[in-house]
């Protein structure tokens, strides 16, 4: 019985009382004082008249000798109805034995007033149920009813209240229903020990169990470890009573191991004096799924699943925060040729290839290394030195920081030739690295600083490892400055092509000339393709600058020719780079290049690197039997500085093999060397290729090479590179 219910009888008992003892004294007053008779039952008429509950006077027998307004109205008589009749006609027949039984009491115990329910019945007979309590005022010698004589009937309608309590067990009721089947998962839960009292089927199968299994058991043991702070939290201040919900995101475990992320809202409702959690718990798995992955869209690169740039920028600052100096390094990877692998191999082939870098990379990573793609063919490694590494012994040390090592092993990783769809593709990096030598260091400023170490491995010759240092920093500043000036240059003639010229050793005649670049800088005085051809492939610039020195070199031939000059008769041999080679434009430019100038194909030689040929074998074939189909001749360049391959020389539509001139200058001194040209003019032979001997500085060298067989040299003891003008005063002297 709720507290409400108590009270509500109370009050009806206070008021029962009240009626009573009025009526009683009202009663007695009739009957001691017959003078004032007809006066007093004419205010007990009027006080009845206004009571807001039902009263009737009966005689011993249960006969209505007076009745009130209200009691007129809840039996949808009138009064003049109800007078005269027997009360046990306005009740039902199940009604009497309550009353006998409410008599029987009261003629035992004299008690004042005792309360129950019965049903009475309305003219229509319709019934309801009235609280009913009774008094008796008449003379107890005479037990004509019950052992009673008068009577004073109080009757109060309830049919509101049980309506109300009959809609409260209704509400119940609908509240089990929805409970039940309700589609998400529900329980109540007791707030004084967190047991499950009541759980749905619903959530049941939402954690893989029975219900039985469920009842009784704690939410806690059900709750995800990590989500317990949390939920504790918001059960204290639920205890607290601070709150009377919550809600949360939380995951539960399952039978199977698993757990189901869920929104979790809990309110308290108080139901017998227990406070009660009412759990919904509803399914979002699939939706932390689709958001876990937006997050990690958001902080990965989806190419290779590695973390993107902004991310690991973020990681970096955290960590140099928390560092010592020198504690943490940055490494700046730059793939050398990817470029051109994608241009000649499609995007497809090339996003292949960062995805098996990726991968290379990633098996090198060490406890404390992270690793991230920062855009194209860039990655970033940071080195933590501040993690600590268990070794053998159990014992925690501090791992050391090594970021050449670390540096060398990605080099390694990737040295092996990467297979796609029959590609061999081999790519090499060059990396730079820096650490946080000065205190308070961001993440960048150390990834300004590495970028600028990697520009500087580039411009060693690729596939290098460079420091940072104040140097390096120096050095990137004039890259920078040189790149502007570099653009500036082409547009102002400044770069322009020299010749060397190319002797054929049987006859002693100048048969071809090679086109050198030099810019003539107007600050810097002369300077030479190491200067700026390494920028110039960096930036993309030397597509550009390959073609201006083409067209030029093209154009002093065309010149040649036009003043009859007897060089008009040699052919060029130019040099191609691995970003000209790649260039899908490339054959088109020559196309033009010789056609405005007049020139045949076959009067032009181009000159690849090995390096570049056994980048990618497959793109390079290609691109070499599109030029060679434009009728211009090739030649292998710098031979034996990469990997000598001669059988690669066979797939090749290569007509000559340039022999570096590191051999050359070891001719006649060293035996090695003097072998290794011998067996490269007879291979060469073999495969019906020129062999040109390049670097030939001394007559000695000439003398061997021409015994050797070698079929043409170039060199300073011919001639070193020079400017045209130059170049004709030479020829004239
Ligand atoms: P390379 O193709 O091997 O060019 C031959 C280099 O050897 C030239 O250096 C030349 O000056 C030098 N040389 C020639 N004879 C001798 C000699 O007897 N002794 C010595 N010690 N050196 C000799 P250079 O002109 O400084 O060119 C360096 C490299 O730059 C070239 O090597 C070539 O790979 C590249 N390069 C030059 N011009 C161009 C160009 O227009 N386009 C491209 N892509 N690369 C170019
Ligand atoms: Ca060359
Ligand atoms: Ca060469």
Redesign the pocket.
Known sequence: MSAGTITLLVSTAAAVIVVAVLCMVLVQRLRQQSSQLDASRDRFSKLLEHFPDAVLGTDGDGVVVAANPRSAAITRRSVEDLVGRSFFDLITAESHEAVHEQCRRMAESDRPAVTTVIDLIDRDGVGRPVEFSLLAVGDEQIPDHDGLSEIVVLLRDVSDREATSEALDQARRWFQRAFHSAPTGMALVRMDDDRIVDVNQSLADLLDHSRRYLLGRSMRELTHIDDLRTVTAERARLELGLEDSYRTEQRYLRRDGDFVWTKTQVAVIEEDGVSLAITHVEDITEQRGIAEQLSHAATHDSLTELPNRGSIVARLDELLMSADVDEVAVLFIDLDNFKMINDSLGHGIGDEVLRQVARRFRSEMRVGDQLARFGGDEFVVFVDGTTRHADETGEIRLGPLEPERVADRLQRSIADAIEIDGHEVIVTASIGFATNSTPGVSAAEMLRAADAAMYRAKGEGRDRIARFTDEVLAQSDRYLQTTNDLRRALARDELV??F?PIVELATGDTTKF?????WEHPERGLL???DF?PNAEMTGL?IE??AH?LRDALAQLASWRAHDHPWGKASLS????TQ?LADPNFAVVVQEALGSNGIEPSALWF?I?ETTLLSDVTAATRALRKLRGLGVHLSV??FGTGYSSLTYLKKFPVEAI?I??SFVDGIGIDGDDSSIVEGVIRLGHSLGLQVIA????TPLQLELLRSMGADAG????FG??VPVGQLELDQST
């Open positions: 092509p020299y060397q090679e086109v050198l670049v030099r030479g393709p190491e051809v030397m600058l390959g020195i130019v040099n191609l780079s000209q000159e690197t360049d710098d340039k570096d001139r390049e670097g030939v500085e170039q060199g300073y003891l070193r590179p």
